[in-house]
């Protein structure tokens, strides 16, 4: 049985997490929080979540993994058949990726921690965030999914890059983000409907008190 490797706190966790479920693959999560052990290196080399174990061995990066169960778990497809249609999807989730969540990501750990940033780093955050709202209002259709009338890959990629790029925003600057985001507020409501979104949601408000007093623990060790 495939292994997912991760914590229910992590975004990059449950949109692996999102389509196995989808996908109706069988799979057992084996809870690991950041702070790799050696025995977790030689599963994951940088130590990263999510990790799958598979038949063939063990492999991490997020779009590695799902591009991996595309192919081998070809039932209920998240992308679509042709080409280009495909590569859109992509391009909506590496501008989410990069432009939104990556961005926000900088400013996490003052906003784990409730500290401030410097004005710098906020500043540099909120350049590059303006610049994939803009972009995600060009791209994304919104129809009512966000790359056409099926969902697809680019859904539950982007309703989890949104989980921590709108957390962020609301604590750093005091941004609805998603409401500039044309139509984002409709689909994101859709999404959150769905039944396999709201026990991933469940289930990370479970862990999110053990994930808390984990990151307590490791940053007093460091």
């Known amino acids: 049985m495939l292994k997912l490797y991760g914590f229910a706190s992590s975004n990059?966790?449950?949109?692996?997490?999102h389509v196995l479920l989808y996908k109706e693959i069988?799979?057992?999560?084996?809870?690991?929080?950041?702070g790799a052990s050696a025995d977790y290196l030689q599963k994951s080399p940088l130590g990263k979540v999510p990790c799958i174990e598979t038949e063939h061995g063990f492999l991490s990066e997020t779009t590695a993994i799902l591009d991996y169960l595309e192919e081998t778990y070809p039932q209920k497809p998240l992308y679509p058949t042709d080409a280009f249609a495909k590569a859109k999807v992509k391009e909506l989730m590496k501008v989410g990726e990069l432009y939104l969540e990556l961005s926000a990501r900088t400013l996490l750990p003052a906003v784990l921690m409730r500290v401030d940033s410097?004005?710098?780093?906020k500043r540099d955050a909120k350049f590059v965030l303006n610049k994939g709202v803009k972009?995600?209002?060009?791209?994304?259709?919104?129809?009512?999914?966000?790359?056409?009338?099926?969902?697809?890959?680019?859904d539950i990629y982007m309703r989890q890059v949104?989980?921590?790029?709108a957390m962020v925003c609301r604590s750093a600057f005091k941004w609805d983000i998603a409401a500039d985001i044309?139509?984002?507020?409709?689909?994101?409501?859709?999404?959150?409907?769905?039944?396999i979104s709201q026990k991933i949601d469940a289930d990370k408000t479970e862990d999110l008190p053990a994930f808390g007093?984990?990151?307590?623990?490791?940053?007093?060790?460091?």
């Open 12 to 17: 990059y966790f449950n949109i692996v997490k």
């Open 26 to 34: 069988e799979f057992e999560e084996v809870k690991n929080y950041p």
């Open 118 to 121: 410097t004005d710098e780093k």
């Open 135 to 154: 972009a995600m209002s060009q791209i994304a259709s919104f129809s009512p999914y966000i790359a056409g009338s099926e969902m697809t890959m680019a």
């Open 162 to 165: 949104m989980s921590v790029t």
């Open 182 to 195: 044309t139509a984002m507020p409709e689909w994101l409501a859709m999404m959150n409907e769905m039944d």
């Open 213 to 222: 007093a984990h990151m307590m623990k490791l940053a007093k060790s460091q």
